[in-house]
């Protein structure tokens, strides 16, 4: 763990996690605080880059959004130049919500919500499929979800 972080900043990052529509003086009050030095620590969490961002959480199911598949894919080979462009197209998808470069029998897994299975053949025949590297690809649809967490455990 970052060595620059004392039990009262990882307090203000859980607390933060939680619920990041806090205000200084709430959040201050959590941590057990005044807000000066909360907004401070904040503002410095900021500035390492350690809180990267703030976002709302939306419901997919509420957006005909909960269709979600992973996809994991092969490329039929691999170079620096490649990976730039395979990374490039994922980016301009919209529905790839999560890429990841990984390790073992495929070289990537894609994280993809769409409305239902025919937007995802739409996704597979005229984006995914218009990669030329792409070598193969395979299919898991979530049936149920079971754990979905959104913070760093500390």
Known sequence: MNETLDRTDIAILRTLQKNAKLTT????EAVHLTSTPVFERQKRLERQGIIRGYIAVLDAAKLDRAFIVFCSVKLSRMNHDIALDFN??????????????????????????VRDMAQYQQILLEKLGT??????????????????????CL
Request: proline share 2%; aromatic share 10%; hydrophobic share 35%.
């Open 25 to 28: 003086k709430e959040l201050a």
């Open 88 to 113: 490039r197209r994922i980016a301009e998808i919209p529905e790839v919500t999560e890429c990841y470069n990984i390790s073992g029998d495929y070289d990537y897994l894609l994280k993809i919500n």
């Open 131 to 152: 990669i030329e590297s792409l070598g193969s690809l395979k299919s898991s649809f979530v049936m149920g979800e079971v754990k979905h967490e959104y913070g760093i």
